[in-house]
């Protein structure tokens, strides 16, 4: 099992920027490809970014495509989230997970670990 946490939300205004971070730990995590997703409430939670366990190759919905940047840094066990250009809503909770057979795969289901997620808020 891994244990992930999450940092680095808070409230900001339209058109600025957040980095989140994820801290892995528990499991070799540069063996495994990574994901944010984030849960807004009222709604289902959905995919957002995803990188290889190389972080050759990522993945993000249409919805933050060109704005967010994903990351990682496997010598600090340490997946990250740049946002850009926030809008209103990208308001959710954003939660790092692990554990899909492969970054491609989208579906939450897929994924096994999950942080406790961190708050982003977008005011307008």
């Known amino acids: 099992q891994v244990q992930l946490v999450e940092s680095g939300g808070g409230l900001v205004q339209a058109g600025g920027s957040l980095r989140l971070s994820c801290v892995a730990s528990g499991r070799t995590f540069s063996s495994y490809a990574m994901a944010w997703f984030r849960q807004a409430p009222g709604k289902e939670r959905e995919f957002v970014s995803s990188i290889t366990w190389s972080g050759t190759y990522t993945y993000y919905a249409d919805s933050v495509k060109g704005r967010f940047t994903i990351s990682r840094d496997n010598a600090k066990n340490t997946l990250f989230l740049q946002m850009n250009l926030l809008k209103p809503e990208d308001t959710a909770v954003y939660y790092c997970?692990?554990?899909?057979?492969?970054?491609?795969?989208?579906?939450?289901?897929?994924?096994?670990?999950w942080g406790q997620g961190t708050q982003v808020t977008v005011s307008s």
């Open positions: 997970a692990v554990g899909a057979r492969a970054a491609y795969v989208t579906s939450a289901s897929a994924y096994t670990d």
